[in-house]
């Protein structure tokens, strides 16, 4: 029996629809938060019966949880956008999601439940980048009604910064602790909580607006500099949809929207130790200067 869901994120709605959907998507945590009986915007549509063509293959990469798998994005002759898995020691395809413009999303049956969440992640940015909005890898924490997006590399302190926020700075919240979404509304930039909060469970069906963005680097001593707009580019980027920038089309549309955002949004390094004292910099400086 076919079945459908609808979920509000970022100001849209998301519907899943497939045979035993309902099942599937109760083992993700997060989404019963944005649980909506709005009328759909956007759909993604399991158990649709793809053809296994060849397609250009634009990026690769192995989960780090499951080595034996591996996601694939590429394109089709015929502009249509292509996200498969496949077993590595195989090569042979288990999933597969198309994407051709418009708001569909089509897909085959889920072999891999435990891939559903990034599936859908990636099924929405396909959806939003051409829309204004996107995904951002970050660790964001809300303060004085404004938040602030920590950015880095995994491994470079993210959460452990905004852990320090908590614990030093009062009234800061966790809004998302890995994928919260950006989107520019009438030049005001908005960053909404998601279903997708990495290892950290932070679920918030909530918005606001973006007071900064502070890329971390680990450093001997605390210091927080202002980037230039060229500096600011390159501190962002690589915190986008890494696997869509490999396309022309949806490089061209991250860059539409990073230059929206950063017309509007100051954009900060913070060279830092894991101590009390860089959050309390970085909140001086983010709210004082």
Excluded at 10 to 35: R, W, Y
Excluded at 197 to 205: A, E, M, W
Excluded at 225 to 242: D, E, G, H, M, Y
């Amino acid at each position: 029996m076919r079945e459908e869901l609808s979920y509000q994120i970022a100001g849209h709605v998301l519907a899943v629809s497939g045979e035993n959907i309902c099942q599937t998507m109760d083992k993700l945590l997060g989404f019963s938060v944005f649980a909506t009986d709005k009328p759909a915007e956007w759909h993604v549509k399991f158990d649709c019966d793809l053809e296994k063509t060849d397609y250009l293959r634009l990026h690769t990469f192995t989960f780090e949880d499951l080595s034996s798998l591996d996601c694939v994005f590429g394109t089709r002759n015929d502009n249509i956008f292509v996200l498969t898995l496949e077993w590595n020691t195989t090569s042979e395809e288990i999933f597969r999601m198309e994407y051709s413009g418009g708001d569909e999303v089509r897909a085959t049956k889920i072999v891999e439940p435990s891939r559903l969440g990034y599936i859908l992640w990636s099924a929405f940015n396909f959806l939003a980048i051409p829309q204004g909005a996107m995904a951002i890898h970050s660790s964001t924490i809300v303060c004085n009604g404004r938040a602030n997006l920590f950015l880095g590399e995994s491994g470079t302190g993210k959460s452990t910064h905004t852990r320090l926020w908590l614990n030093n700075i009062a009234g800061s919240k966790l809004l998302n602790d890995d994928s919260p979404i950006l989107s520019v509304e009438n030049g005001r930039v908005m960053v909404y909580g998601s279903p997708w909060s990495g290892k950290t469970p932070c679920y918030h069906n909530v918005s606001f607006p973006v007071n900064a963005f502070v890329r971390l680097r680990q450093e001997k001593q605390n210091v927080i500099t202002k980037l230039n707009i060229f500096q600011a580019f390159a501190a962002l980027q690589p915190s986008t949809p890494p696997s869509l920038s490999y396309s022309d089309y949806y490089s061209s549309k991250i860059i539409d929207n990073l230059d929206a955002i950063l017309r509007q949004v100051p954009v900060y390094q913070l060279g830092c130790l894991p101590n009390d004292e860089a959050a309390q910099l970085a909140y001086s400086t983010l709210y004082q200067s």
